[in-house]
């Protein structure tokens, strides 16, 4: 079975752009959670979507917003990025046995410069 | 609000020494509570988990025992290996936070030979 498949792998962007990044969950798998990970804040989760809904929000500005496909992919967004948002952007997918069978992806590394 | 701290790392051991990471947390609920390990350059893997008071984690050599009275969840091995050097996380999930995970700082271990 594939595990959680993150594109792309690394990026790098300026202040000011945008970015979206994708996450392709497990397959038979309906939730997706979003995480950022930096050396200062550690892990923070961002947002977690269920059949299409976000079905729970972590404390980030609007500039963060997230979807999810029919087919469970998902993907995030941040707008107008600013220096503070270069981290590891971690995706996990979590089966029908809840959140103790949540399995995450490689992570995409976000540099902006 | 919840919350999960660890001992701050690195933590550096000589193989086949004995390990405790300690994990205390704080939450309004009744939280599962888990160990995640990340290994260099890869996203987060479920090392073990519990989720109920008194219950024993265990996987690979690792142990962990969910404390409610003194709301900890100290990761320990007996015999540590070069290829336990890793990043070891502690975290919580609330029942009613579907797939929502609170994440510690994180604790650094380097095994030496």
């Known amino acids: 079975k594939a595990g959680v498949t993150q594109t792309p792998r690394y990026l790098i962007k300026t202040r000011g752009q945008q970015v979206t990044l994708s996450c392709s969950p497990i397959?038979?798998?309906?939730?997706v959670s979003w995480y950022q990970q930096t050396p200062g804040q550690g892990l923070q989760f961002l947002f977690e979507?269920?059949?299409?809904?976000?079905?729970n929000k972590g404390n980030f500005p609007g500039r963060f917003s997230g979807r999810q496909f029919s087919n469970s992919r998902s993907e995030m967004n941040v707008s107008t990025l600013e220096l503070g948002d270069s981290a590891l952007y971690l995706c996990?997918?979590?089966?029908?046995?809840?959140?103790?069978?949540?399995?995450f992806g490689p992570g995409t590394r976000l540099l902006v410069l | 609000g919840d919350s999960v701290t660890q001992m701050e790392g690195p933590v550096t051991l000589s193989e086949e020494a004995f390990l405790t990471i300690n994990c205390t947390y704080t939450?309004?609920?009744?939280?599962?509570l888990f160990w995640y390990v990340q290994y260099p350059g890869e996203g987060l893997q479920l090392l073990l988990k519990?989720?109920?008071?008194?219950d024993k984690g265990s996987n690979k050599g690792f142990e962990a025992t969910y404390r409610k009275e003194t709301t900890s969840f100290h990761l320990e091995k007996g015999s540590v290996q070069v290829s336990d050097s890793a990043v070891y996380f502690c975290?919580?999930?609330?029942?009613?936070?579907?797939?929502?995970?609170?994440f510690g700082q994180g604790t650094e271990l380097s095994v030496k030979p």
């Open positions: 996990a997918s979590v089966g029908t046995g809840g959140i103790e069978t949540q399995y």
């Open positions: 397959s038979g798998h309906r939730s």
């Open positions: 979507y269920f059949s299409e809904t976000q079905r």
């Open positions: 939450a309004t609920g009744y939280p599962s």
């Open positions: 519990a989720t109920k008071a008194d």
């Open positions: 975290a919580l999930s609330d029942r009613n936070q579907g797939g929502k995970l609170i």
